[in-house]
Each structure stands twice: as structure tokens, then as C-alpha cells.
């Protein structure tokens, strides 16, 4: 099965620039990237990275100019195709497992918010719309196709880092480079006050 | 095992009053326990509610008018014991008997920041402390008291509702009275705008 890891290296992960400049942006979505890649390849997968632009990074890399939708729907139709966000550093072999062993044409993690942070397509008609809350575009589509649907329940398959009350669960559950990236830039929880926060030293 | 699920009637959903008034967090949160406790029923368990003040509820009620942690802990000691909180509306009971099943003498859900949403507690030394970031807290009690710490990584179980964002994981995911109770009250998705949110008709 393929494994795709969409990854846009330009102007990374914006909905955190209230917390991070732009260069530290760039830098943490690669560590987190790299931790997604490792994970994956510890479940005993040889991930792929679907790329908008060239990037060095230490597997193979298919260049696709276009949006995610377009991008991730030329990959599927001939055989099964797995595509894992770059953004889920919290995600373990354990959890990847589970995806990949979770029965269905169609198998989805939900993110948190209605989003699809990963999933495996073995329905060779199933496309793909990450436009919106395409968790449930997904099951529409599934359901369309008469696909069967398997879906992942998993917290850290759930967790993007998109914001900053993101990375709160990161440093609580994190274990590799970006969690590593972010204590390095002086971000720690802060326990203080009522609920758990994340403040920069 | 005894399974323990503990519920304050007074003022509960405080941090949801942006969105319900008094009487409407009131009925909510009863919503929520009904979906906690029928899941754990059709998980094969016979839940207890371990309350604050007198509840009528369709399960055998402990009074206990102390805070969350020594009310708990009163109960910990002789057996096994699991505590599974009351607003959970997501927990399905395949989600529950993963924490169930989940070997350990002591296993944690973990919640979303930091909580500890469920847990089971097999080792008679290990004692609670809900304050602040229990996750953290709790992985140190039982490593002080040599206990085996098990984690069940579930989105349905990191989600307890407590804030008006958190509704968005209702409607996309619930399945039962809460997630009704909330749509009759004029909650809907809202999917226009790049996140999906949540309105009130």
C-alpha cells in the first residue's frame, strides 16, 4: 500500500503565528514531519511525502503543484493509498497500526474540529475533499460509493497541531523532534490557573 | 469492579454558561450522564453514580458531598475501581471496554489538556488527585507506588464537553441523548468560514 505524507513546505502552519515567527514555523512543521515520517516507518511502512514544492527531507518525495484535494486524488484509484497529515506528531506506531488494521473500503481518523487527519483507501472509486469538514464529505463520499467505512478512534490521530492550544497536547503526550523542537524554543506547560496552558519562557 | 461515574447537580457546565443558561446546563449535563451510564451498561457494566447532593437517575447514587478527589479516593483501596466522568457523551462502549481491557494497574484516558477522563485503578495503594494537570499527575502517583501504567488513546474519551468549542465533537461524533438534547435546543454545525464551528438557530 502507499503511504502519502501531503507536506507543503511554503508558509507553514500560519494559524500558529501568535506564537511562532515564520522561520520557526518552517522548522517545527519539518520536525513534525519528521516525526509523522519515523512513526510510520516504525509501523513498517515506507511513507511517501506529496510535496508542493521540492523538499530535502529523508524519503522519497512526489512534487504536486496543486491543492490537497487534487494532489492526493491523482494518487488514488489504482490500489489502496494511505494518506497521513504532516502535522500529527503525536502519532505512535501503535496508532498507525491501528489504522492500517482497521477493516473498510474506506477507513478514517477524524481530527478534532471535523477534519480527516488520516486514512486508508482500498475502494479504488473513493475520492478525496479536504475542503471543510471533510470528515463528513468522507462518510458522504463512502456512503456514495457504497463503501464501507472503518473509522479510528484515536486521540492521537485526532490532534493536529494547527493553533496554539494545540501544542498544550504535544508537550503532554509528545516523544519525538517536535516535541524535542518546541522545549528547545522555551515553550512549556503552564500549570498554573485553572486549566493546563502553554506559555514560552 | 466497581465503575464509578461522579456527577455534581449543582451548578454543573459553569464554563458552558456562554452558551446555555443555568436550567439548559442543567438538563444538558443529565443528558450526558444518561449517554455515560447507558454506554457503560451496554459495555457490560453496572455504573454507579457517586454524587454530590442526591440525584434521580436510573443507577444506584452514593451521596458523597466532599470535593471530586476525596470522594473518589473514599472509594479506592478494596478492588479494582474504575471512574469514568459524566460528561463523556462521545464514549461508545466499544471505546469503554478498550479501557477496560487495557492491562495495567493503573490506566488512564487521558483528556484533551491535560484531565484524566477515565481511569481504572487495580493497585489498592494508588489514590487520585483531579486538581490541575492530573494526567501528569497521575502517571506519578503510580510510578511512585510501582504500579504498570496502561493508556487508552481515544478521541471519544479525550473529549469531555466543557467549553462551547468542545459542542463541535458532539455534533459531529454523539450518537445519543445529549447530542439530541443540544440539536432540539438549536445547535447546529457551522460549516461556513474555514472552521468548523458551531451556531445556535
Redesign the interface.
Known amino acids: 500500500m502507499r503511504v502519502l505524507v501531503p507536506y507543503a513546505p511554503e508558509e507553514p502552519k500560519t494559524r500558529l503565528s501568535d506564537a511562532l515567527d515564520a522561520g520557526e514555523r518552517a522548522a517545527f512543521s519539518r520536525a513534525m514531519l519528521a516525526d509523522v515520517l519515523g512513526a510510520l516507518r516504525e509501523a513498517g511502512r515506507e511513507p511517501e511525502v506529496l510535496a508542493t514544492a521540492p523538499v530535502e527531507v529523508d524519503a522519497s518525495v512526489t512534487v504536486d503543484e496543486r491543492p490537497l484535494t487534487p494532489a492526493v486524488n491523482a494518487a488514488l484509484g489504482s490500489g489502496p493509498v494511505a494518506v497521513v497529515m504532516a502535522d500529527l506528531p503525536l502519532a505512535?506506531p501503535?496508532?498507525l497500526e491501528r489504522l492500517f488494521g482497521t477493516p473498510g473500503d474506506v477507513v478514517i481518523a477524524?481530527g478534532?474540529?471535523?477534519g480527516t487527519n488520516a486514512l486508508v483507501a482500498r475502494d479504488p472509486a473513493f475520492r478525496v475533499d479536504y475542503h471543510?469538514?471533510s470528515?463528513?464529505d468522507h462518510l458522504r463520499a463512502a456512503r456514495a460509493a457504497g463503501a464501507s467505512v472503518g473509522e479510528v478512534?484515536?486521540?492521537?490521530?485526532?490532534?493536529d497541531i494547527d493553533e496554539p492550544g494545540d501544542l498544550?497536547?504535544l508537550l503532554?503526550?509528545g516523544e519525538g523532534a517536535a516535541r524535542e523542537w518546541l522545549r528547545d524554543a522555551g515553550f512549556e506547560?503552564d500549570?498554573e490557573g485553572g486549566?493546563?496552558g502553554v506559555r514560552r519562557a
Open positions: 505512535t501503535a496508532a477524524p478534532r474540529g471535523g471543510g469538514a470528515y463528513l478512534d484515536s486521540h492521537r490521530l485526532a490532534t498544550v497536547e503532554l503526550h506547560l500549570l486549566r493546563v
